[in-house]
């Protein structure tokens, strides 16, 4: 058997440990040897522990914002890109960003919150969303996503108790990655992250949530926590603000939670609204919404159901890059909650801290990212093109 020493560094970054054992065997390194470096790299942290060697992102800026439960971190990591589309502009590298988000829990534990990005940019098009101004880039590799938790585990220094996928991008665009990175982070031998406490956002792609619906039966995938970005209460609407409601209507998306519901015990899936002002802010929008959500709204004859089945998450709107509309105010956000909760609606309101933290999560990247990385999709010869318009 090799030693350990004299074989090539191996990166366990995003694998689970069933996967670096047997990438390990085929160099002749046993298992226990395999067991223990995994452990090393995801439990304590070391970058190098031979056969296993990570080599981790650089971290090119980090940003701390006090909040009421203690501080928001956010960090951009540069992953290198050889094929990038800018590089005879010297560019041969994309940055993403990923947010730590402090919390009080029910019992007022404090927890931490990580929201990962899925892809650079994105393709979905949303027309409130920052992230969409910039387009796709790539999707990232299972390995660049967990990167992200081993950054803020590791490098930060803070145990995370939750992952969302509501950074950059959109996680049924990469469900490949996606999931072969949660089955990283939920591995008992490394991150340990519980199943229940990764959360999958959506602009609702009724083709990943037929997966999610198979992968969800498998043995440890029953918890995996949905959330849909809804953010509109009838069609017309939600196809002008979210290009993907031409393909899967809000019709699809009810049938195919309901299905969800089933097969995953009656848990409740989170939806997530947008709240913009004279967009989708009116006491209709409020009516419909609460009409299109009485599938999902707790049954009373059905006390035993697990959770309320219905829970919406209103965000108020934080104005992206010329933004043709404001913020909402307290007032207009309090009406439309209202107006729900007299529907029987269970709604979750974030408040302060939803403006710099949460609501941020749909808008990663800073400007001066998507500055760099804005390509006009007809490109010419003109030279002015060098410098980004936008
Ligand atoms: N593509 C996935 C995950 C990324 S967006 C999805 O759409 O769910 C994460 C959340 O941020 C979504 O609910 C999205 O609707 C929300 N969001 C996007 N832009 C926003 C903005 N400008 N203000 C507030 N929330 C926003």
Redesign the pocket.
């Known amino acids: 058997m090799a030693r350990a020493d004299d074989i090539p560094p191996i990166s366990p970054m995003g694998m689970t440990l069933d996967a670096f054992v047997e990438l390990c065997a085929q160099q002749g390194v046993g298992a226990g040897r395999a067991k223990a470096a995994y452990q090393d790299v995801y439990r304590e942290g070391k970058p190098d522990s031979a056969p296993s060697r990570i080599v981790l992102p650089e971290i090119v800026k980090r940003h701390e914002e006090p909040v009421n439960e203690g501080v928001t971190i956010k960090f951009v990591q540069r992953l290198p890109n050889p094929n990038h589309r800018l590089l005879h502009r010297g560019i041969d590298f994309d940055d993403i960003e990923s947010v730590i988000i402090p919390m009080i829990g029910r019992s007022g534990r404090k927890t931490h919150t990580l929201c990962v990005s899925?892809q650079v940019g994105?393709a979905?098009g949303?027309d409130?969303?920052?992230?969409a101004q910039m387009g796709l880039i790539r999707s990232l590799t299972a390995s660049e996503i967990v990167a992200q938790w081993w950054a803020a585990r590791h490098i930060e220094n803070i145990e995370i108790d939750n992952i969302v996928?509501?950074?950059?991008?959109?996680?049924m665009d990469n469900l490949d990655e996606v999931l072969a990175a949660i089955e990283c982070l939920t591995d008992r031998s490394g991150a340990s992250i519980p199943m229940a406490n990764i959360t999958i956002?959506?602009?609702g792609r009724i083709d990943g949530l037929r997966r999610i619906k198979d992968q969800v039966q498998e043995p440890g995938w029953k918890r995996l926590g949905l959330?849909?970005?809804l953010?509109a209460s009838n069609d017309e609407s939600r196809s002008k603000l979210m290009p993907i409601n031409n393909k899967w209507n809000m019709q699809e998306l009810q049938d195919i939670l309901q299905e969800l519901r089933e097969v995953r015990g009656g848990r409740k899936i989170m939806i997530?609204y947008?709240l913009i002002p004279g967009v989708n802010d009116s006491l209709t929008n409020a009516d419909e919404l609460a009409a299109w959500m009485k599938p999902f709204l707790k049954d009373p004859t059905r006390e035993k159901a697990k959770g309320h089945g219905g829970l919406l998450n209103v965000?108020?709107?934080?104005?992206?890059r010329d933004?043709p509309w404001p913020a909402p105010t307290e007032e207009q956000v309090d009406g439309f909650v209202d107006r729900l909760v007299s529907h029987g609606v269970f709604v979750n309101r974030r408040r302060t801290k939803g403006r710099d933290t949460m609501?941020a999560?749909?808008?990663l990247g800073t400007a001066e990212i998507r500055k760099r990385q804005f390509v006009p999709v007809t490109m010419n010869n003109d030279s002015n093109r060098d410098t980004d318009e936008r």
């Open positions: 899925s994105c979905m949303c409130f969303c920052e992230t996928f509501m950074g950059m991008g959109e996680p956002s959506t602009v959330a849909l970005s953010n997530e947008v965000i108020p709107y934080n104005p992206r933004s609501a999560c749909g808008q």
